[in-house]
Nanobody, 115 residues
Framework: QVQLVESGGGLVQPGGSLRLSCAAS????????MDWYRQAPGKQRELVAT???????VYADSVKGRFTIRRDNVKNTVYLQMNSLKPEDTARYYC?????????WGQGTQVTVSS
């Protein structure tokens, strides 16, 4: 079955960095695009970054120049490197994949940016 397991979240001060990981299994990872979403309390879930199977990337305007998504098709893992973090980046971060059988989500990892 499809599994997405996120890790790497935590508490960080403004201006700090974190790297999130999402380990995928149950599908042919190299053949699909992967997404990172986030959801803050009281807000809708929003798309943060996408990486295509070929490695092309798209970012939300709010994270451009600060976040980098990349994938490792050997480890079946997608990463989100987050630099220059701001309090407004505080949210639960999820990885997501869309397959023919539907959309699949991980359980998420909490990122809190606070001094």
């Amino acid at each position: 079955q499809v599994q997405l397991v996120e890790s790497g979240g935590g508490l960080v001060q403004p201006g700090g960095s974190l790297r999130l990981s999402c380990a995928a299994s149950g599908f042919i990872f190299s053949r699909v695009a992967m997404d990172w979403y986030r959801q803050a309390p009281g807000k809708q879930r929003e798309l943060v970054a996408t990486i295509s199977r070929g490695g092309s990337t798209v970012y939300a305007d709010s994270v451009k120049g600060r976040f980098t998504i990349r994938r490792d098709n050997v480890k079946n893992t997608v990463y989100l490197q987050m630099n220059s973090l701001k309090p407004e980046d505080t949210a639960r971060y999820y990885c997501q994949v869309g397959l023919g059988s539907g959309d699949y989500w991980g359980q998420g990892t909490q990122v809190t940016v606070s001094s």
